[in-house]
C-alpha cells in the first residue's frame, strides 16, 4: 500500500513528529501541502491528511490541498495536534471527502505543545506532548489504517 500524508506542521513540529511515527509503521511519503509542487496523489492508495488545529480547525492550506488535489474514491483519514481540544478540526476535510466520494478512514489526534495567541502569555499549555505515548498511540493509528486498506504487512 502507499500511502501519501499531506500535512501541515510549523509552530512547535508537533503534527510532524506525529506522522514521522506513522511513517515509521510503512510505506508512506510526507507531503508538505503549504510547498508549492507538483502532486500527484491519483498514484497513492489511501490519503492522509494532517494539521494542527488553530482556533477549532485544520489548516486552510491543508483544507485547499485537499479540495484541489484530492482523487476521487480514495480512503482518506486525517490526524491533528491541538492544546486545548480538537474542535470540529476534520469536519470540513470530511466534508470534502465526501464530494470527492472517497471513505473516511478514521482521525487520530493527541495534544500537542502549544504557545499560539493568548497560552504564549502563560508559557503554552500541553507541554512534553506530543509525548512517547501519543506517537505509540499514532504508530497504533496507522497500523490499523494499513490493515482497513489491504496492505498485507499490517500487524
Known amino acids: 500500500m502507499k500511502t501519501a500524508i499531506c500535512y501541515y506542521s510549523r509552530h512547535h513540529g508537533n503534527t510532524l513528529r506525529v506522522i514521522q511515527?506513522?511513517?515509521?509503521?510503512?510505506?508512506?511519503?510526507?507531503?508538505?501541502?503549504?510547498?508549492?509542487?507538483?502532486?500527484?496523489?491519483?498514484?497513492?492508495d489511501c490519503i492522509g491528511f494532517a494539521s494542527g488545529v488553530y482556533f477549532g480547525k485544520f489548516h486552510a492550506g491543508v483544507i485547499q490541498?485537499?479540495?484541489?488535489?484530492?482523487?476521487?474514491?480514495r480512503p482518506v483519514f486525517f490526524v491533528c495536534t491541538y492544546g486545548a481540544a480538537k474542535g470540529t478540526g476534520p469536519r470540513v476535510l470530511s466534508a470534502v471527502a465526501a464530494e470527492k466520494g472517497c471513505p473516511v478512514l478514521g482521525t487520530f489526534?493527541?495534544?500537542?505543545?502549544?504557545?499560539?495567541?493568548?497560552w504564549k502569555l502563560v508559557g503554552g499549555i500541553a507541554k512534553g506532548h506530543p509525548n512517547s505515548r501519543d506517537l505509540e498511540n499514532a504508530r497504533r493509528f496507522y497500523?490499523?489504517?494499513?490493515?482497513?486498506?489491504?496492505?498485507?504487512?499490517a500487524t
Not at 21 to 44: K, P, S
Not at 143 to 153: D, K, L, M, S, Y
Open 21 to 44: 511515527a506513522m511513517a515509521e509503521e510503512g510505506d508512506a511519503d510526507l507531503i508538505d501541502a503549504t510547498a508549492r509542487q507538483a502532486v500527484h496523489l491519483e498514484d497513492y
Open 109 to 118: 489526534g493527541c495534544r500537542g505543545y502549544d504557545t499560539f495567541g493568548p
Open 143 to 153: 497500523r490499523r489504517i494499513r490493515q482497513a486498506c489491504g496492505c498485507e504487512n
Open 65 to 73: 490541498f485537499a479540495r484541489q488535489y484530492l482523487p476521487q474514491g
